[in-house]
């Protein structure tokens, strides 16, 4: 089999190899003292497992101490972690990693091939059920559906260790974005011999071994948990940040209260709050662009008749004034949206959607001639519906202005109603909505993890919205190694069909302490590593 | 009183069962459970989640197999929502947190307001007695979720003196703050009720019987007049207890202690059957026990309660 090489770009050029694996210290700065980081944290993490953690914040914590096949650099792209590079066969269906020689879990244990094996093979085992088993389906690992469904041993995964340092992974169908997947936690290896020591309580500070740059020294529940750096991690002469400490804090105003006396060096700013604390910490204070968008979703299946018309759908979209949204009721460096998709995705070229360009004047007299079209609004029968949200602040702002919107400007009657959030999911996932609120959050920095969500046979797609056109370019770009212009044209489908209304796209506010610096903000996905970080005296 | 006691403990269990079947078959109606999600599990993942959790099974078989691991090895199950975690484990952890300031507000409360109330009545219609109904008052219409934040900008951010929350291993400058801001109400309570039942009894015919014997005015305050008049404040501070024990979920999430206050309502959002059924086991022996015990105390306050047990 003739392979072609793949070598990262970091691998290239050793001077950037070095520079992004690590913490990276100017010479001009002076390091504090006390090199421990503290943050703050809203819920208690689900797990440190790596096959078993959800979450972004149980992946934030899983990631400082577990080290999978690459990590990503302050850009969000792939760097070594674990692995140095991989090789794709022509049909691009087999990768072949290199592991680096010198990774030891602490204690003491050199980080093999087969530890990666074990963690995969154990993340789709039915008796581990991790709830985060889709993802190793949605990697397209060779048999990991059949052994979900039991239909096959977990040892028939496409995965295999021809010797220490060389992991080869079979794909049931080629995936260009492969190897982006490989920094997520669920791919990270796991130590089996602990595991089978310790059973469910491999993961409580005595028992836990872990090959990342820190170690796990202190948890309780609820209240803080603190990692240490691990001696044993192959790169720890390039770590700086000593200790990290997570604090448990529910209340958001109580979070920031915290920072602003000294006892976190990040927390996220409450919701309104941005413009005014920008103004008062300009250098501590970021909107992050993130990668979650906010949508509105028709129930195109079960829902109202008008909800049938496309027409009637585009005039409601148009209507809505995004930048009212994003800059007066929100005010966190929201962005306004038009695509399904946000701008910040990798490899995504947000393409010229014609209502994008309009003005909104233009956009609302569109939405008005739109559903006079369709036989409804003056002249016309009264458009009605339900629009549900779940319980939240500021959900129902968001919900309040743009019914108001369809009010003023179509003449719609808007009833509102709320649940509760496990309600609301079930009353969405069942069609029991005409229009409700939707949310998404990619898993991986590529278009396909939002549009895939519109497609026939995603099960999150609660529209149920259906376009044999959408379902092959998606299909199409699954192995295409330039997805550009089938993602371009997926996009402009549903800004013709409108089967949701993109409202914004979603950012991260955050206050981080100045003397915290290395961290990466122009990380979309926010994947940001302790050891990465270093403190600054002041 | 040890046949009272005795009866009173053999209706414990009948009582449990009854709430066990109840919160079970309660919590299973609400719709949702603890594995839906945002991005709903795929069929095959979401079948072998809840055989792992037994999840699969008929709900009577799910309630007498729950039942059976608490009996037999005392297991209230996995909590679902973290997953590293069995139930017990996380109440192990989180009870004494929540013990611990709950008994130290307890002794705020007790400590400052049965003074409070009592040099009230003997001061009655002075000064004192003005400036105690008027703290009394302003303290009780002050809900702990305004003052915890007020007392959070004073103390940390103005002053520096305690810290903004956490539990630290309860240090007691983490104490303070939680303890205070979860008793300040009950205390003024406690402190009304106590002047009020105090100048009560100060003015009935037992304790004019004693200035006619000529006793000293202490030895009627201490001797006579203090057990009868702490009374309804007993009855008061029971229930009173067993809330402040069993953690209030302002508190902990305000203060971040790690007590199991939040849990119960995380438990009720996250769908967390296992813990919600556990911490409601928990907090119902603990309202019996306080209850019973509550009972006993006034048997040995009150000798007409006394001769009818």
Redesign the interface.
């Known amino acids: 089999m003739k392979h072609r090489s793949l070598l990262i770009p970091a691998l290239l050029s050793g001077t950037l190899l070095s520079s992004v694996q690590a913490a990276t210290v100017p010479d001009s700065a002076t390091l504090a003292d006390d090199q421990t980081f503290t943050y703050r944290v809203m819920?208690?993490?689900?797990?440190?497992?790596p096959q078993?953690v959800e979450g972004v914040v149980g992946a934030e914590v899983v990631r400082d101490m577990f080290e999978g096949l690459y990590n990503q650099d302050a850009e969000g792209k792939n760097v070594p972690g674990v692995a140095l590079s991989h090789t794709v066969s022509d049909d691009n269906m087999t990768y072949t990693f290199t592991l680096r020689d010198n990774a030891k879990w602490s204690d003491g244990k050199p980080v093999t091939a087969g530890d990666f094996v074990y963690a995969w093979q154990r993340a789709v085992d039915?008796?581990?059920?991790?709830?985060y088993?889709?993802y190793m389906?949605l990697m397209s690992i060779e048999n990991a559906?059949a052994i979900?469904?039991?239909d096959k041993p977990n040892t028939d995964l496409g995965v295999s260790a021809p010797d220490d340092h060389t992991l080869v992974v079979q794909l049931s169908q080629p995936l260009p974005y492969f190897d982006k997947m490989v920094s997520h936690a669920t791919t990270f290896p796991a130590p089996k011999w602990a595991i089978d020591a310790h059973g469910?309580?491999w993961?409580?500070p005595e028992n836990i071994v872990s090959n990342g740059a820190y170690v796990l020294t202190e948890h309780?529940?609820?209240?803080?948990s603190v990692r240490k750096r691990n001696p044993m991690y192959w790169d720890n002469d390039n770590t700086v940040i000593e200790k990290v400490v997570t604090?448990?804090?529910?209340?958001e105003?109580?979070g920031l209260?915290?920072y602003?006396?000294g006892?976190v060096d990040k927390t996220e700013i409450p919701a309104g709050q941005y413009p005014t604390l920008k103004d008062e910490f300009p250098d501590e204070a970021y909107a992050l662009p993130r990668l979650c968008n906010y949508y509105f979703t028709f129930n195109v299946a079960s829902g109202p008749e008008a909800f049938k018309d496309a027409r009637v759908r585009q005039a409601l979209s148009y209507a809505i004034d995004r930048s009212v949204i994003t800059d007066a009721v929100l005010q966190g460096g929201q962005f306004p949206a038009f695509t399904f998709t946000p701008g910040a995705t990798a490899n995504f070229e947000v393409p010229e959607v014609e209502y994008a360009t309009m003005t909104q004047a233009e956009r609302d007299a569109k939405a008005k001639e739109l559903l006079t079209e369709a036989g409804y609004g003056e002249g016309g029968e009264t458009l009605s519906f339900n629009y549900l949200y779940n319980t939240s602040e500021t959900h129902q702002q968001v919900a309040i202005v743009a019914t108001q919107m369809w009010k003023q400007k179509l003449g719609v009657d808007v009833t509102l109603e709320n649940q509760?959030?496990?309600?609301f999911?079930?009353?969405r996932?069942n069609q029991n909505f005409d229009m409700a609120r939707g949310?998404?959050c990619g898993d991986y920095n590529e278009a396909s993890t939002f549009l895939d969500l519109l497609t026939t046979p995603s099960?999150?797609n609660d529209g149920k919205y259906s376009n044999a056109k959408v379902d092959s370019l998606m299909t199409e770009a699954k192995s295409s190694q330039d997805t550009t212009p089938l993602y371009a044209e997926v996009e402009k489908i549903l800004a013709d069909e409108m089967p949701v209304v993109p409202i914004y796209h979603y950012s991260t506010n955050i206050m981080l302490d100045s003397a915290i610096q290395g961290w990466p903000i122009n990380n979309v996905e926010q994947t940001w590593y302790s050891k990465d970080l270093y403190k600054v005296a002041q | 009183m040890l046949n009272y006691t005795l009866r009173r403990l053999l209706t414990v269990v009948p009582t449990l069962l009854v709430l066990i079947v109840f919160s079970f078959y309660l919590m299973r109606l609400a719709p949702g459970g603890p594995f839906t999600s945002e991005r709903p599990l795929p069929p095959a993942v979401m079948a072998n989640v809840l055989e792992r959790y037994g999840l699969d099974e008929p709900l009577h078989v799910q309630l007498f197999t729950y039942i059976k691991n608490i009996v037999l090895h005392f297991d209230f199950g996995p909590s679902f929502s973290q997953k590293d975690r069995d139930v017990n484990d996380v109440i192990a952890q989180g009870f004494p947190v929540t013990l611990t300031y709950g008994f130290w507000s307890a002794v705020f409360v007790l400590a400052c307001g049965i003074p409070l109330g009592i040099i009230a009545a003997l001061r009655h219609n002075s000064f004192w007695d003005y400036s105690m109904t008027g703290l009394a008052i302003f303290s009780q219409i002050f809900p702990n979720f305004v003052l915890a934040p007020i007392m959070v900008l004073l103390f940390t951010l103005s002053w520096g003196l305690l810290p903004g929350g956490g539990w630290n291993g309860g240090q007691w400058e983490y104490i303070i703050m939680p303890a205070v801001a979860l008793g300040t109400s009950y205390m003024a309570g406690v402190a009304r009720l106590t002047r009020g039942s105090f100048l009560e009894v100060m003015s009935s015919p037992f304790i004019r019987t004693a200035r006619a014997k000529g006793l000293p005015e202490r030895t009627i305050i201490i001797r006579h007049a203090l057990k009868p008049a702490l009374l309804p404040t007993l009855t008061y501070m029971g229930p009173v207890f067993v809330y402040m024990i069993t953690g209030s979920v302002f508190i902990d999430v305000f203060f971040s202690t790690g007590g199991i206050g939040q849990d119960f309502i995380d438990g009720a959002y996250s769908r967390d059957y296992s813990m919600l059924l556990g911490l409601t086991i928990l907090y119902s022996l603990l309202t019996f026990t306080l209850n019973l015990l509550l009972d006993l105390a006034y048997a040995w306050i009150d000798p007409k309660v006394r001769s009818k047990l």
């Open positions: 819920d208690e993490f689900s797990s440190f497992d078993v039915p008796e581990l059920a991790s709830p088993a889709w389906e559906s979900i469904a039991g469910k309580e993961t409580r309780v529940l609820k209240e803080r604090l448990n804090i529910g209340d105003a109580q209260t915290r602003r006396a006892e509760e959030w496990k309600v999911l079930e009353t996932g949310a998404w099960g999150y």
